[in-house]
T-cell receptor
């Protein structure tokens, strides 16, 4: 059963703490993306990766970091530098970057304690 | 600034009615315009997409109308059903570039 999995579903962050959101895909897609969703603001791109060991900043990369060591995995770390991390985080993948359909995971909701 | 402007923010339609959501863009380099549907607590899923070489695309009850000269495109949902109640996002992209999403429209279809 192919798809994108994100874990955990809910994540709580304490002040000054780094947290990592997991994203795994078994669709054999080359490109992967992280978006942040806030009410009334749509989806905003944090980072994207076209291939393994390569990734690019999106529109709101400050306070976030990513890695792409394996084709199927693209974890996102929300660092303590991100002062307003409360949001719904969505991971997506596509065959390539050439306007292919993006398939989204179920999301992780990050809350600050 | 917002690359794609979407309206309305929310929409309430009676069952059987037509739901219309509008999007506008400025960058004429955009050449791919998808619509995504998102249910609460879930990730968005592609609903229908269009390229600017056609003015309309229909898939079942869902139709995209595209006006290249006005730089506008819209989603029409015919015979709207309660199961269509969701948030809808338009998006736009140019070759080998990221997607730019609209701010979303929350659709409620009343039985």
């Amino acid at each position: 059963d192919g798809g994108i999995t994100q874990s955990p579903k809910y994540l709580f962050r304490k002040e000054g703490q780094n947290v990592t959101l997991s994203c795994e895909q078994n669709l054999n897609h080359d490109a992967m993306y992280w978006y942040r969703q806030d009410p009334g603001q749509g989806l905003r791109l944090i980072y994207y990766s076209q291939i393994v060991n390569d990734f690019q900043k999106g529109d709101i990369a400050e306070g976030y970091s990513v890695s792409r060591e394996k084709k199927e995995s693209f974890p996102l770390t929300v660092t303590s530098a991100q002062k307003n991390p409360t949001a719904f985080y969505l991971c997506a993948s596509s065959i390539g970057l050439i306007q292919e359909t993006q398939y989204f995971g179920p999301g992780t909701r990050l809350l600050v304690l | 600034q917002q690359q794609v402007k979407q309206s309305p923010q929310s929409l309430i339609v009676q069952k059987g009615g037509i739901s219309i959501i509008n999007c506008a863009y400025e960058n004429t380099a955009f050449d791919y315009f998808p619509w995504y549907q998102q249910f609460p607590g879930k990730g968005p899923a592609l609903l229908i997409a269009i390229r600017p070489d056609v003015s309309e695309k229909k898939e079942g009850r869902f139709t995209i109308s595209f006006n290249k000269s006005a730089k506008q495109f819209s989603l029409h949902i015919m015979d709207s059903q309660p199961g269509d109640s969701a948030t809808y996002f338009c998006a736009a992209s140019m070759p080998r570039n990221q997607f730019y999403f609209g701010t979303g429209t929350s659709l409620t279809v009343i039985p």
